[in-house]
């Protein structure tokens, strides 16, 4: 019941929530996907699944940077900080993340120097003060996160610093969107658009989803608020028989997005000819490697990289999940063999991984619902 | 993991200028204003940070909101937490 209290406008949510009913067609199932980790996060710590009609289905992308990295990046990452010269830094949600042998925090447990970092500054300024020491970053994340790291780079060749380098895991979304569009089973009606990435690539790059898909893409906001009133833009564009790409967080979100965050990535990195995304396969042109400029500080060729593949158990049904073909408690492993404390597969390894939060949050049953009565 | 977290800038240095000292409740940091080199924030902007990077200028309400949903999704601690974490230099 305190829940509600917090939310900033009860009234507007209530409203959003009714325009939802009455927009959507009762004849018709609707599949959204929401693409970004974050929002996966919100609609069920909001319950705000509960708050939609029972045949709007929300389906959980793979806007989770952690999720989707493969095992094998993840042993790679460990096996250049077997040196006891080098330091392993990353950021916190990486720290708990299975390797084969164990997370990096196993790995400090058995001595490695593992160091979590808030910054890709903090791992550069690391290495200022132990020149005699190298330090590695295992840098992952979608575009948010990618031009702090193509920065970061950029002063450390303008300030001289050599002890340093990044293993690259950035990935980017729009050919994630793709492999999903492109995949045989796929049922998805529309998207909700990613917000903090599109802070960074505006809503140009969605403009094919319209085009060619023919499929709403609505960018969102985190608010309660802003994920209902997304998903009521969206169901106008269907009822209207529209496909376009429309801003809802038009307060954060410029729709050509940050210039000086795109010109960094494009000064440090550039796409690698394809990459492999835990429950998705290999996707082509989906992911970031340093460029030869920056070599030095390319960790991939300052180290011997084994290139380890570790693939997921044929049980884990994580693919589908992904497309919306089944839902995280529809998969066998799921709550069984597959927990957050002892995670199988992609999805169930970060808090934003659908799974991960379908099985903290769904025995919530939404105190939203009773408090504003709807 | 893509959450961005609203600070307030208290203070630039001109020899440095990619460098501010911003304030998140009550804790202050510094951040790397770099991205926002195009548009550069004065002292008493709000921005959105995310990984010690500022990402994008917005309104001072805007700003409130923002801190309200971290509350709200449980997030504020670890939000706190990642900038108390910064090490880039604190105060």
């Given at each position: 019941?305190?829940?509600?209290?917090?939310?900033?406008?009860?009234?507007l949510?209530?409203?959003?929530?009714?325009?939802?009913?009455?927009?959507?067609?009762?004849?018709?199932?609707?599949?959204?996907?929401?693409?970004?980790?974050g929002h996966?996060?919100?609609?069920?710590?909001?319950?705000?699944?509960?708050?939609?009609?029972?045949?709007?289905?929300?389906?959980?992308?793979?806007?989770?940077?952690?999720?989707?990295?493969?095992?094998?990046?993840?042993?790679?990452?460990?096996?250049?900080?077997?040196?006891?010269?080098?330091?392993?830094?990353?950021?916190?949600?990486?720290?708990?993340?299975?390797?084969?042998?164990?997370?990096?925090?196993?790995?400090?447990?058995?001595?490695?120097?593992?160091?979590?970092?808030?910054?890709?500054?903090?791992?550069?300024?690391?290495?200022?003060?132990?020149?005699?020491?190298?330090?590695?970053?295992?840098?992952?994340?979608?575009?948010?996160?990618?031009?702090?790291?193509?920065?970061?780079?950029?002063?450390?060749?303008?300030q001289?610093?050599?002890?340093?380098?990044?293993?690259?895991?950035?990935?980017?979304?729009?050919?994630?969107?793709?492999a999903?569009?492109?995949?045989?089973?796929?049922?998805?009606d529309a998207?909700?658009?990613?917000?903090?990435?599109?802070?960074?690539i505006g809503?140009?790059?969605?403009?094919?989803?319209?085009?060619?898909e023919?499929?709403?893409?609505?960018?969102?906001?985190?608010?309660?608020?802003?994920?209902?009133?997304s998903?009521?833009?969206?169901?106008q564009?269907?009822?209207?028989?529209?496909?376009?790409?429309?801003?809802?967080?038009?307060?954060?979100?410029?729709?050509?997005?940050?210039r000086p965050?795109?010109?960094?990535?494009?000064?440090?990195?550039?796409?690698?000819?394809?990459?492999?995304?835990?429950?998705m396969?290999?996707?082509?042109?989906?992911?970031?490697?340093?460029?030869?400029?920056?070599?030095?500080?390319d960790?991939?060729q300052?180290?011997?990289?084994?290139?380890?593949?570790?693939t997921?158990?044929k049980?884990?049904?994580?693919?589908?999940?992904?497309?919306?073909?089944?839902?995280?408690?529809?998969?066998?492993l799921?709550?069984?063999?597959?927990?957050?404390?002892?995670?199988?597969?992609?999805?169930?390894?970060?808090?934003?991984g659908?799974?991960?939060?379908?099985?903290?949050?769904?025995?919530?049953?939404?105190?939203?619902?009773?408090?504003?009565?709807? | 993991?893509?959450?961005?977290?609203?600070?307030?800038?208290v203070?630039?240095?001109?020899?440095?200028?990619?460098?501010?000292?911003?304030?998140?409740?009550?804790?202050?940091?510094h951040?790397?204003t770099?991205?926002?080199?195009?548009?550069p924030?004065?002292?008493g902007?709000?921005v959105?940070?995310?990984?010690?990077?500022?990402m994008?200028?917005?309104?001072?309400?805007?700003?409130?909101?923002?801190?309200?949903?971290?509350?709200?999704?449980?997030?504020?601690e670890?939000?706190?937490?990642?900038?108390?974490?910064?090490?880039?230099?604190?105060?």
């Amino acid at each position: 019941m305190k829940f509600v209290d917090e939310f900033r406008e009860p009234g507007l949510i209530g409203k959003a929530s009714d325009e939802i009913r009455r927009l959507a067609d009762p004849a018709r199932h609707y599949r959204f996907m929401e693409v970004c980790g974050g929002h996966t996060h919100a609609i069920y710590r909001f319950g705000l699944k509960d708050l939609l009609p029972p045949n709007l289905e929300l389906v959980h992308g793979p806007g989770c940077p952690v999720c989707v990295l493969p095992m094998g990046r993840i042993d790679d990452g460990l096996s250049m900080a077997q040196d006891p010269n080098v330091i392993f830094t990353a950021f916190g949600d990486m720290m708990r993340v299975p390797g084969t042998h164990g997370s990096p925090l196993e790995h400090k447990a058995r001595g490695m120097d593992v160091r979590i970092i808030y910054s890709p500054s903090d791992a550069l300024k690391l290495a200022q003060k132990n020149p005699d020491k190298h330090v590695m970053f295992f840098a992952i994340g979608f575009e948010t996160t990618a031009p702090s790291t193509a920065l970061t780079l950029m002063r450390a060749k303008e300030q001289g610093i050599r002890n340093f380098s990044v293993f690259s895991n950035h990935v980017t979304i729009i050919p994630a969107i793709r492999a999903i569009l492109d995949s045989p089973d796929m049922r998805i009606d529309a998207f909700i658009g990613p917000g903090h990435v599109s802070t960074v690539i505006g809503c140009r790059p969605y403009e094919w989803i319209a085009r060619n898909e023919h499929k709403p893409i609505v960018v969102s906001g985190f608010e309660p608020v802003d994920v209902l009133q997304s998903i009521v833009m969206i169901l106008q564009q269907l009822k209207a028989g529209e496909a376009k790409v429309e801003n809802q967080y038009k307060r954060v979100v410029p729709w050509e997005g940050s210039r000086p965050a795109l010109r960094a990535m494009a000064e440090v990195f550039e796409l690698r000819p394809y990459f492999e995304w835990r429950g998705m396969g290999f996707i082509s042109q989906s992911a970031l490697r340093i460029r030869d400029t920056y070599a030095h500080w390319d960790a991939e060729q300052r180290f011997q990289v084994p290139g380890i593949r570790v693939t997921d158990p044929k049980a884990a049904q994580c693919g589908e999940v992904l497309k919306g073909v089944l839902k995280p408690v529809q998969c066998k492993l799921f709550g069984k063999e597959c927990t957050p404390e002892r995670p199988v597969g992609a999805l169930m390894v970060s808090s934003e991984g659908s799974c991960a939060a379908y099985y903290n949050y769904e025995h919530r049953k939404s105190a939203v619902l009773t408090s504003i009565g709807a | 993991m893509c959450l961005a977290i609203p600070a307030k800038i208290v203070e630039l240095f001109p020899e440095e200028q990619n460098r501010a000292l911003v304030e998140v409740v009550g804790v202050r940091r510094h951040i790397d204003t770099g991205l926002l080199a195009d548009d550069p924030p004065k002292t008493g902007d709000w921005v959105l940070i995310h990984v010690g990077f500022a990402m994008s200028k917005i309104s001072e309400e805007q700003a409130l909101d923002q801190i309200q949903t971290l509350t709200m999704l449980g997030e504020q601690e670890a939000a706190m937490q990642e900038v108390e974490g910064y090490g880039l230099g604190e105060t």
